[in-house]
């Protein structure tokens, strides 16, 4: 062979070299993060309210003419304060109608007031009972007897006891009231019309919420004139979904997020409603929904700037394990009805099974498949592909 053709072949060679080498696909720039052992929480998150445990309303007994109201939202109230005054009309007065009407009503509310005597007996029982229950099984647990389950159930059993018979004295307060109104309008009947002032009591200790009558004004029987409450004593509404709820139970923590403030507050499920409702998302879908009630736990000067009726989020924990293998969620991907990852491979992308326990928002529980330590692309998409080349850049924890 000629020395012109040799080099004529080597230059034919070195060329088909540079084009092979310029034309060779340049390695896709991925994100790719470790898997590891660690905590995985499984939950969802609602947007909920607040709202007074208690609200009383203030109404007129009788018709008549309210007098100006003074008071206003937020204004303290002690129970039996006088918080409106009424000037009932003389037809109100003298009507034979009427009078039955008011008798019937006071001999109901005796009878509200024995009832409401026994509830508040019955809910002194129910306490005692419940704090004994819970101080002998924290003496067990303090000696490991029982599980903390079982005692934190004692104790929500406590805290549910002693708010049942704050209510059970209040209601108990209020007919008692009631009872005074109605007997003092049939003492002061037949007088004319201006000489009578009934003076309408608060029916519980707290603040104006709202004011619905300025005032003055002609009023019906049963007219709302205010609504009094204590912002203390709020619990928590979320609706959840109804395959929500079922993953749900009473002594439940739940975390309240983004709520106005610095951090997180904490809650603790009390009830979940046992009948749901049709609700139109904001897309236009129909959901069935279920009412869930949560109390109030943890620092008080975060829940004391909250009032009635504020928007909050909830986050809800339906399962946790805190030594888990996990992988990152997003490094998973569907084929199949099967879960894959594409693991880096010494700069190789190489897509492999793997199955799927516990999936949560930023990670989920690996069963079988992959190794702690290995590292696998996140976010994949559709440029991946077995066996291409890669520039990796490691991920944010």
Do not use: C
């Not at 919420?209 to 619990?235: C, H, M, N, Q, W």
């Amino acid at each position: 062979m000629t020395r012109s053709r040799v080099l004529s072949i080597s230059a034919a060679l070195l060329l088909a070299a540079v084009l092979a080498w310029s034309f060779r696909p340049s390695p896709l720039l991925v994100e790719v993060r470790a898997v590891d052992r660690g905590p995985i929480e499984v939950g969802f998150e609602e947007e909920g309210r607040t709202r007074l445990k208690d609200r009383w309303l203030v109404a007129a007994p009788v018709a008549g003419t309210v007098r100006r109201v003074d008071l206003r939202e937020g204004d303290p109230v002690e129970i039996g304060q006088p918080v409106a005054e009424l000037e009932p009309s003389v037809a109100a007065l003298i009507d034979p109608a009427n009078r039955a009407r008011l008798l019937a009503e006071a001999a109901a509310a005796r009878d509200a007031v024995a009832a409401a005597g026994a509830r508040v007996r019955a809910a002194e029982t129910a306490a005692a009972l419940s704090r004994s229950e819970a101080r002998r099984i924290g003496e067990l647990a303090a000696r490991r007897l029982v599980a903390e389950s079982t005692l934190d159930a004692a104790r929500a059993a406590e805290r549910r006891d002693e708010a049942a018979l704050v209510a059970a004295r209040a209601d108990s307060a209020s007919a008692g009231h009631r009872l005074a109104s109605i007997e003092a309008l049939l003492a002061e009947e037949g007088r004319s019309g201006g000489a009578t002032v009934l003076r309408l009591p608060s029916p519980a200790t707290g603040v104006v919420i709202r004011r619905l009558i300025e005032g003055p004004s002609p009023v019906a029987v049963g007219t709302p004139i205010l609504e009094v409450g204590d912002p203390r004593e709020l619990e928590l509404v979320v609706e959840v979904l109804s395959t929500q709820a079922v993953a749900l139970e009473p002594g439940q923590a739940a975390r309240v997020l983004r709520w106005g403030g610095e951090g997180e507050l904490s809650a603790r499920v009390r009830r979940i409603e046992p009948g749901g409702f049709t609700k139109i998302s904001a897309l236009g879908v129909e959901e069935q929904r279920v009412r869930v009630l949560l109390d109030p736990e943890g620092s008080a000067s975060g829940w004391a700037t909250l009032g009635d009726g504020f928007r909050v989020e909830v986050a809800f924990v339906t399962w946790r394990r805190d030594d888990a293998l996990r992988v990152p969620a997003a490094a998973l991907y569907r084929s199949q009805g099967d879960w894959f990852v594409y693991v880096d491979d010494g700069g190789r992308a190489r897509s492999r099974q793997v199955g799927v326990g516990r999936r949560g928002a930023d990670w989920a529980e690996v069963l079988s498949g992959l190794a702690a330590g290995e590292r696998v692309v996140v976010f994949p998409d559709s440029r991946l592909a077995d066996g291409i080349r890669l520039a990796v850049v490691e991920g944010d924890r």
